[in-house]
């Protein structure tokens, strides 16, 4: 029903920053907890951050610190900002949206930090 679309991954330098955008299909901030999971080769996937509505979150100690989550209701858009990245970053990036009984994924973007 729902449909995610993540962008804004890339090729960056250690140290430096990247946003990454979900875009849903419809209004979804009020209805569901969003999360960002990364999975990188080889590994599993990781939750690194949720945020429910209300404005709540939580980081994964990987990440706390460098990554913030916020959210754009109006345009059904939840964004990670990335900051100081580091190569042990480097994974594919996913949207995720869960509600009762259902659950939402995006098709990821790809991050790649170079040392």
């Known amino acids: 029903q729902v449909q995610l679309v993540e962008s804004g991954g890339g090729l960056v330098q250690a140290g430096g920053s990247l946003r990454l955008s979900c875009v849903a299909s419809?209004?979804?901030?009020?209805?569901?907890?969003m999360d960002w999971y990364r999975q990188a080769p080889g590994k599993q996937r990781e939750l690194i951050v949720t945020?429910?509505?209300?404005?709540?979150?939580i980081y994964a100690d990987s990440v706390k610190g460098r990554f913030t989550i916020f959210a754009d209701d109006a345009r059904n858009t939840i964004y990670l900002q990335m900051n100081s990245l580091k190569p042990e970053d480097t994974a594919d990036y996913y949207c995720h949206a869960a509600g009762l009984g259902v659950d939402y994924w995006g098709k990821g973007t790809l991050v790649t930090v170079s040392s």
């Open positions: 419809e209004r979804i901030f009020t209805f569901y907890k």
């Open positions: 945020i429910i509505s209300g404005g709540n979150t």
